[in-house]
Nanobody, 125 residues
């Protein structure tokens, strides 16, 4: 079993920054990829970014590329999502997920078997 807990969400003005954290427990941290997804009210869950088990590979959705950065600290069993230049359209619940079967991760939410409870990010204009 893998447990994931997100934190760091909140209310921020457009142009501001937030850093989300995803802390994992229950299995050896370094053996799976981690993805970040978000879901706004009335919309489907969408891919934000992913980081491989080694941390050496990352990819991002076009909508956040250049503004968001994913990193990980294996010693703390934590993956971070640094969000800069936030826009109102970034408002959503943000989720981290673990992809046990694919160490490189995936852009598809259906590939991830373990999910956190989500943290709300609201960007005001």
């Amino acid at each position: 079993q893998v447990q994931l807990v997100e934190s760091g969400g909140g209310l921020v003005q457009a142009g501001g920054s937030l850093r989300l954290s995803c802390t994992t427990s229950g299995r050896t941290f370094s053996r799976y990829a981690t993805g970040w997804f978000r879901q706004a009210p009335g919309k489907e869950r969408e891919f934000v970014g992913r980081i491989s088990w080694s941390g050496g590979f990352k990819s991002y959705a076009d909508s956040v590329k250049g503004r968001f950065t994913i990193s990980k600290d294996n010693a703390k069993n934590t993956v971070y999502l640094q969000m800069n230049s936030l826009k109102p359209e970034d408002t959503a619940a943000y989720y981290c997920a673990a992809d046990i079967g694919n160490l490189w991760g995936s852009t598809s939410a259906s590939e991830y078997g373990y999910w956190g409870q989500g943290t709300q990010v609201t960007v005001s204009s």
